[in-house]
Structures are given as structure tokens and as C-alpha cells.
């Protein structure tokens, strides 16, 4: 288990305030039993913070037939909308929802090249709103692939997840499975699938990025 390099920044901040907190209260008082309740939370709260950050690795297997889960989570959404930013036409759209104990590597659900590479600031909804899609801080990310034709997907913040970063840019050649992105503490992403894809999944499944086979074509 590795810690991802997004993590680096918080975690330092992290244990520099925890530190500190701890230090205050070995300071401002001599009762042994609220130095050893801080150190015990300060001790619980970097714990879930660090496992937040926990990059574990994925033996990822490509199948250009599939679209593989981009994040860890639970399916969502599964439904027919009318993507009206780029693709302009009708699609599946396959929203994974990522709790603050998943982990939040996003991976590219395809291969090909990249065509277009946005980030849209905007709200903070919470991520199961539904004008969170469109309304809240996103990125769109869309690949051009011979298979599949354009396929567009989505990260999303929520009210928690505040940082969205995004490695994608156009032109750059995708690798299935790789990373892409990176959510703290919990959100969403969005797939926007052609009419004819085999969706693979339900809603309420559970599914890991780079392993779930989201969708196949026919």
C-alpha cells in the first residue's frame, strides 16, 4: 500500500496541526486524562485521513470491448439523458458515488486520445443533487477511441470533496486504466455511454476502478 502524491500537502498539514493541538493542551493543562482523549483523536483523525490517501496497486486487465470503472464506489445512476455540453446527443449516463473511505484514484475507462480536457468551476451540492452535475465544480473529460467512438466522462465535487485535480489534456494519449485524476474526501463521476453499450452493472452495486467492467458493445 502506497500513499498517493496528492496526499503529501494535507497529510503534512495535518500532522503540523495535530501536533500543535496536542502540544496546547501538554501545555495549558496538568489533567492526564485529556492528554491522553487528544492523543487518542488526533491519533483516530490522521488514521482516516492517511487511509483517505491510500493508492493501493491495481493489476488492471484491458479490454478494448469494455468500459472499466474510472473510481471506486457505488453505482448510482444508471439512465437515459441528452449530454448537452459536448456530445450533444443522447447517451447512458453510469454515476459512481465515492464515499470518503474509498479510494479516489480516478482511471481512464478507455484508451484512445484525448479530445477535450475542461475544468468548469462551480458549486459545492452535495454530489447526489440532482443539478450537481451541472451546476457544481467539474471536470469533463472526453476520448476519442476507435471502438467506442467519443465517450465523455465527468468529475465532480461535492460538499465535502473541494479540490478536483485532473491530469488529462488534450491530445494526450490515454491508457486504460491509468490515472487520471485525483477527488479528496468523496464525489462523484459521470459516464456518458452511446445508446447501444451493454451496461454490465445495477444501481446500489459496489465497484472498484480499473477492475469493474461497466459496459461492453454488442
Keep these: 500500500m502506497t500513499i498517493h502524491k496528492e496526499g503529501k500537502g494535507t497529510l503534512t498539514v495535518s500532522f503540523v496541526v495535530l501536533f500543535i493541538s ?17 492523543l487518542a483523536i488526533s491519533v483516530v483523525l490522521y488514521a482516516v485521513v492517511l487511509q483517505f490517501f491510500r493508492n493501493p496497486k491495481r493489476t488492471v486487465t484491458l479490454n478494448p470491448d469494455a468500459i472499466i470503472c474510472p473510481a471506486d464506489g457505488k ?4 439512465e437515459e439523458v441528452f449530454e448537452d455540453e459536448i456530445l450533444k446527443d443522447k447517451r447512458i449516463q453510469v454515476s459512481i458515488f465515492m464515499s470518503p ?5 480516478n482511471r481512464y475507462p478507455i484508451g484512445g486520445k484525448v479530445a477535450e480536457a475542461i475544468h468548469h468551476e462551480g458549486k459545492f451540492l452535495v ?13 469533463t473529460v472526453t476520448i476519442d477511441n476507435d471502438r467506442w467512438g467519443k465517450v465523455l466522462f465527468r468529475q465532480i465535487a461535492g460538499a465535502v470533496a473541494r479540490r478536483i ?33 451493454e451496461i454490465l452493472v445495477k444501481e446500489g452495486d459496489v465497484v472498484k476502478g480499473g477492475i469493474t467492467e461497466l459496459a461492453k458493445r454488442p
Design 101 to 105: 473511505f474509498n479510494v479516489h484514484v
Design 127 to 139: 454530489a447526489w443533487h440532482p443539478k450537481s452535475s451541472t451546476l457544481n465544480e467539474r471536470t
Design 165 to 197: 485535480v485532473m491530469y488529462s489534456k488534450p491530445g494526450n494519449l490515454a491508457l486504460q486504466g491509468s490515472e487520471y485524476g485525483f477527488i479528496k474526501f468523496g464525489s462523484r463521476v459521470d459516464l456518458f455511454l452511446p445508446l447501444d453499450s
Design 22 to 38: 496536542n502540544a496546547l493542551v501538554q501545555y495549558l493543562t496538568n489533567l492526564q486524562w485529556l492528554h491522553i482523549a487528544t
Design 75 to 78: 453505482v448510482v445512476t444508471i
